[in-house]
């Protein structure tokens, strides 16, 4: 089954300890994607890949790093969390390529809930 | 200004009626828009996608798209309780898919 998977899907954990989320899809996607998701300020965008060894700043990337090593694995670090890093995160795939206007369609994966006390 | 804007609501419609979803955007270069449905603690769906002027249909959705007014709107015929969810408009700019707050529509049995 094609699919975006993430783990874990709960963390409850504490300021200042190092955390990794992973996200890995098998589609064979070149462009990854890692979003979070806050009350009223919808889909942000993190980081995002266009692929393996190729990482670039999303909007709110202050507080996460990324990597990409492989092509279906894409985690997000957080090397020092904070209470404000508590929000729900999205990883996300889709193809590159393909003539404009007509990229293709974004994929998500079931979401990490991130709470940081 | 945000780059793309959508009512938060709630919308509410009686079951069976229409919903009609709105969501206007910034970057008139924008030349791909989507609809995305998310339910309540769940990953956004990608239901509809349209690319040029006019409408597109797909079972019970309909997509509009006007690029000289710069909006796209999402309209849902004969809606189902089961519909019931936040609609996400997401817009390709010049870098990455952008997205709307959501509108969160409520169907009433």
């Known amino acids: 089954e094609a699919q975006v998977t993430q783990n874990p899907r709960y963390l409850i954990t504490v300021t200042g300890k190092k955390l990794t989320v992973t996200c890995s899809q098998n589609?064979?996607?070149?462009?990854m994607s890692w979003y979070r998701q806050d009350p009223g300020l919808g889909l942000r965008q993190i980081y995002y890949s266009m692929n393996v060894e190729v990482t670039d700043k999303g909007d709110v990337p202050e507080g996460y790093k990324v990597s990409r090593k492989e092509k279906r694995n894409f985690p997000l670090i957080l090397e020092s969390p904070s209470p404000n890093q508590t929000s729900l995160y999205f990883c996300?795939?889709?193809?590159?390529?393909?003539?404009?206007?007509?990229?293709?369609?974004?994929?998500f994966g079931p979401g990490t809930r991130l709470t940081v006390t | 200004q945000k780059e793309v804007e959508q009512n938060s609501g709630p919308l509410s419609v009686p079951e069976g009626a229409i919903a009609s979803l709105n969501c206007t955007y910034s970057d008139r270069g924008s030349q791909s828009f989507f609809w995305y449905r998310q339910y309540s603690g769940k990953s956004p769906e990608l239901i509809m996608s349209i690319y040029s002027n006019g409408d597109k249909e797909d079972g019970r959705f309909t997509a509009q798209l006007n690029k000289a007014s710069q909006y796209v709107s999402l309209l849902i015929r004969d809606s189902q309780p089961s519909d019931s969810a936040t609609y996400l408009c997401?817009?390709?700019?010049?870098?990455?898919?952008?997205f709307g707050s959501g509108t969160r529509l409520q169907v009433q049995p």
């Open positions: 996300a795939s889709r193809k590159v390529g393909g003539a404009l206007p007509r990229p293709y369609e974004q994929y």
């Open positions: 997401a817009v390709t700019g010049r870098r990455a898919l952008t």
């Open positions: 589609m064979n996607h070149e462009y």
